[in-house]
């Protein structure tokens, strides 16, 4: 059925290096895709998303693109910051508004 | 401000004991959902409604109802809590407007403990 796999984390990286935490995902059709960030005690916050094979989602730094050649969505960032620690969850959502999350990365970022 | 609301934020049950969380949203949207949070599991989607008067189970419905008799209101249910629901539930809206994407809001959370 369809589904969305994201890398395992839990990733740690010094401050200022590059982040790429992969997603792929499996469905019929193009579903629109997304990621969200859940930061300490807190819920989940859209952080970027795209509805289109080729698109580009891109907010705070971070940008993933929409490829229906390799069905993925991988989040990158140039340069990640200590405020960017949080757990990264890549999310497809199907025709009935359903969405279906993967099982989240954790990210530290050490100064 | 415009969001969706959910109380309590903590709570800790009995095994046996019923508890009713609450959802509320104000930005007048058709779709809601719940669901659960557990480590190494993602989110799982318990139980969604994609408007007043209308539910539909999710992946891990049971132990859980729901009803949607308005369209701001979405309370999940548990019947007789065991320690497997032990979880931290999320409840969110969306919509879904044709050109113009989809928009999903979710709530802060809450931390249950089934002892």
């Known amino acids: 059925g369809d589904s969305v796999t994201q890398m395992e984390g839990p990733v740690t990286l010094s401050e200022e290096a590059f982040l790429t935490i992969n997603c792929t995902y499996t469905?019929?059709?193009?579903?629109?895709l997304f990621w969200y960030v859940q930061y300490p005690g807190e819920g989940l916050q859209l952080l970027l998303k795209?509805?289109?094979?080729?698109d580009k989602g891109s907010n705070k730094g971070f940008e993933a693109t929409y490829r229906k050649e390799t069905t993925s969505f991988h989040l990158e960032k140039g340069s990640v910051q200590v405020s960017d620690s949080a757990v990264y969850f890549c999310a497809r959502v199907n025709t009935g508004n359903q969405f279906y999350f993967g099982t989240g990365t954790s990210l530290t970022v050490i100064p | 401000n415009a969001g969706v609301t959910q109380t309590p934020k903590f709570q800790v049950l009995k095994t046996g004991q019923s508890m009713t969380l609450q959802c509320a949203q104000d930005?007048?949207?058709?779709?809601m959902s719940w669901y659960r949070q557990d480590p190494g599991m993602g989110l799982r989607l318990i139980h969604y409604s994609v408007g007043a008067g209308i539910t539909d189970q999710g992946e891990v419905p049971n132990g859980y109802n729901v009803s949607r008799s308005t369209t701001e209101d979405f309370p999940l249910r548990l019947l007789s809590a065991a320690p497997s629901q032990t979880s931290v539930y999320f409840c969110a809206s969306s919509y879904y407007r044709t050109g113009g994407g989809y928009g999903y809001t979710f709530g802060s959370g809450t931390r249950l403990t089934v002892v």
């Open positions: 795209a509805t289109k094979a080729d």
């Open positions: 469905a019929t059709g193009y579903p629109s």
């Open positions: 930005m007048n949207h058709e779709y």
